[in-house]
């Protein structure tokens, strides 16, 4: 009886937070048993493996284009990497320039899409779409975002749903007594058609 090879991740965002975390250091345990990864041995895996692999997977994410790779990196991308320069005023840590240049990318892609015919300006949809891909009990509040810009809380409101109806879809509702359908949006979508890709190369169950 023929018993399939396993996989190395469990999913396509455990594989994306593993390629997007990864920064050429050793990937061991506890983080592997995090990532389920039932195939990485008691060192986990390092060096070229481990850089061949989040090259491999982010190959992948690149040919979903730059709207789907972008909302991926927001995602699973870590916001801080660690900083070395050991100067006396640094923190320890400094922001992923990656994960910045995706939130960027998506806070003037709003602008044309979810936002469009909207008054903002470049700050407050950072803000918006930073708030989407945070978690809730780490979000800003619409009250405290409408206080520092100066702007009607329901205005801040109104617009923060619509740029998380673009990243996250709509349910299925009633309109008008008529059943819509569920929408989905680009987070889900990108997230399945990585997790089809991936599963094509045997790298996610």
């Given at each position: ?59 992948q994410v ?127 979508l990108a ?15």
């Amino acid at each position: 009886m023929n018993m399939a090879e396993p996989t190395l991740f469990k999913d396509g965002y455990q594989a994306l937070v593993f390629a997007f975390n990864h920064a050429g250091q050793t990937i061991d345990r506890p983080m592997m048993n995090r990532l389920a990864a039932p195939t990485v041995g008691k060192g986990g895996m390092a060096g070229l493996d481990a850089i061949g692999q989040a090259g491999m997977i982010r190959s992948q994410v690149k040919k979903l284009g730059k709207v789907s790779e972008a909302v991926l990196i927001a995602r699973t991308a870590p916001r801080d990497r660690p900083c070395e320069c050991k100067a006396p005023c640094c923190s320890g840590s400094k922001l992923n320039r990656e994960w910045v240049e995706a939130i960027g990318y998506l806070a003037d892609y709003v602008r044309t899409t979810a936002l469009a015919g909207c008054t903002t300006n470049g700050i407050l949809r950072t803000e918006y779409v930073v708030r989407y891909f945070t978690h809730k009990k780490l979000r800003r509040t619409i009250e405290s975002i409408a206080k520092d810009h100066d702007i009607d809380r329901n205005t801040v409101s109104a617009h923060a749903g619509k740029v998380n109806v673009l990243f996250a879809g709509r349910p299925a509702r009633k309109v008008k007594n008529e059943y819509v359908p569920a929408e989905p949006g680009l987070e889900s979508l990108a997230l399945m058609q990585i997790e089809e890709l991936l599963r094509d190369r045997a790298v996610v169950g």
